[in-house]
């Protein structure tokens, strides 16, 4: 099995918060797999899937693209270890999904914003800052919050993460899965993109989770180069 | 079976988000029960609780407070028809529940609020101006948004599932389940207590939601009386 997934100049770091989710999916899964490191301006190399986004996952003759769509195919393909409990918590994390993507990616994304143009290859950087200067439609300058502001969005968009897991250590329970991994993803985004410590010193919360995390599948995430 | 329901001088008008998720829970179970009307300054009546919040629901010799509580309680004691179908989707409720709390509540509060007063029992009036007052730190007149300034805050504070919801017809799946009573809540709040739109015109998956929302269980919050 082959993982794609977005590097920096040093091939072993890597940030995309989507295929972090599937990395963390496979771990849980206890499946082996190889993982294809991929630039930016690498299209060429991820054209056979027919798309321009990583992750992609290639599984024997299966080429399959896009988190979401690669964690229901490993949950039907795969059923051991599911992701998903029932059907209903495979929807109520698909809705989870989209809460990340709006609320947590944006704060991660402009608190790391300057680390991730200093670490990545020459030829990436130029792509990354024009196509993320027109995605936010003003000049990256304009956008990057201080750590400390940063820092602060990110603390108050986990809330309603942080009071479920006052309940319980992970947000599926006992033990990580599939809404985990979906809400892990921009923390180990920016864990290896950036030095910044993303979470507040008194946020012992959201700390405990991620060191739990961290450790998690025999420490998959935290054997991971880092940028710390 | 009693549900203790907060109401408007109109007794038969209860705006309770947190109520109206009980009054959807036992509808989905197909549990008969009498609605007690209690006004925000009859603490007397439900002082029998040890606490001073609605919902309470009292089943024989039972009293449950809480509306999440309340639903754990239901699942536990009337397993047939499940708010949630598996412990992981319990839990990933349970974040939607404080989703729900920290943005959607407080976009509906902020645009219901002078049409909330309006229809109070006089003594509630005073009681909900001052408490309000207390918990925003500022006049009223200074929180409340204008209509179209709440629709839009409520707009985008609904992203998530709106997303979900373009993919099936309920945030559970095919049917109405625990999570959609969570999310129904502060929109029969702002249906029962004030004439305001809180959905766009272009809205048209929400807004189709809640009319399936309103339709399920033989309409069982469209038949509730309503301040439209």
Redesign the interface.
Known sequence: MKLYELCCSDERLFFSPFAWRIHMALAHKGLSFETVPVKFTDKEKIAFSGQKLVPILVDGDETVCDSWAIMNYLDGTYPDQPL??????R??????K??VE?TLGPAVVKTVLMDIVGKLHGDDRKYFVESRTQRFGKPLEDIVLQPEEGVAALGAAL???R??LE??NF???DAP?G?DYLLFGPLMWGRNSSSIELLAEGDTVMRAWRERMLDAHDGAARKSQSAH
């Open positions: 998903f409990d029932c059907e209903q918590s929807n109520y994390a698909h809705m989870i989209f809460w709006a809330g309603p993460a009071k479920a309940d319980r947000l599926s329970g899965a809404a």
